[in-house]
């Protein structure tokens, strides 16, 4: 198990033992119902953010990852990242599914760092909505003003924390190894 599993599990347990007190195992039982409910909303999108990851992971090259997105990209990363995430669509369950699998193919961490700060202040499919609900004039000033953040946070990144990349790749791996290992262990069961 995980530091990150462990912790939410803990996260878990505290959460369930105050709801324990507080309303007894009706309360519980009320959290783990709307647990499940929100579980059997987002799966589907879990399943197709997942399998957009792998495919992606099969379909563009080490090569071709590490020439745009690594280190080879040098200044240019961080500036595809922030069109990538501007550009990208869906939520979180899509978006870093994604972000792990180019970082296991060899983007740079900084480039992903950029990818994802586009990805939460640009993304063009929100301005629309923005526009509508604040106005023109208030979108293009927040526009303005975060235009340079998501390019500047990967660059700081790859300057100022060059060595960390290979640390947070390795952990990626790991993850995705432990992940293949249990799929692997079904398929045996199967």
Do not use: H
């Amino acid at each position: 198990m995980n530091k990150t599993t462990l912790g939410m599990a803990l996260a878990a347990l505290i959460l369930m033992v105050i709801a324990f007190f507080k309303g007894g195992f009706a309360l519980v039982g009320e959290g783990f119902l709307a647990g499940g409910r929100t579980l059997l909303e987002v799966f589907p999108l879990i399943i197709i953010a997942f399998t957009v990851a792998g495919s992606v992971s099969t379909l563009i090259s080490r090569e071709m990852v590490t020439r745009w997105l690594g280190e080879e990209a040098g200044w240019k990363g961080p500036f595809l990242g922030t069109l990538m995430g501007a550009m990208v669509p869906g939520g979180p369950f899509f978006f870093y599914p994604l972000m792990a699998t180019l970082i296991a193919q060899g983007a740079n961490i900084g480039t992903m760092i950029s990818f994802v700060a586009a990805k939460t202040l640009w993304y063009i499919g929100r301005v629309p909505i923005e526009i509508a609900f604040v106005g023109v004039k208030t979108t293009v000033v927040r526009i303005l003003i975060t235009f340079s953040i998501p390019i500047l946070a990967g660059a700081a990144v790859n300057i100022f924390l060059p060595n960390y990349a290979e640390k947070i790749r390795a952990e990626v791996m790991q993850l995705q190894m432990r992940g293949k290992k249990t799929q692997d262990r079904g398929a045996q069961i199967d």
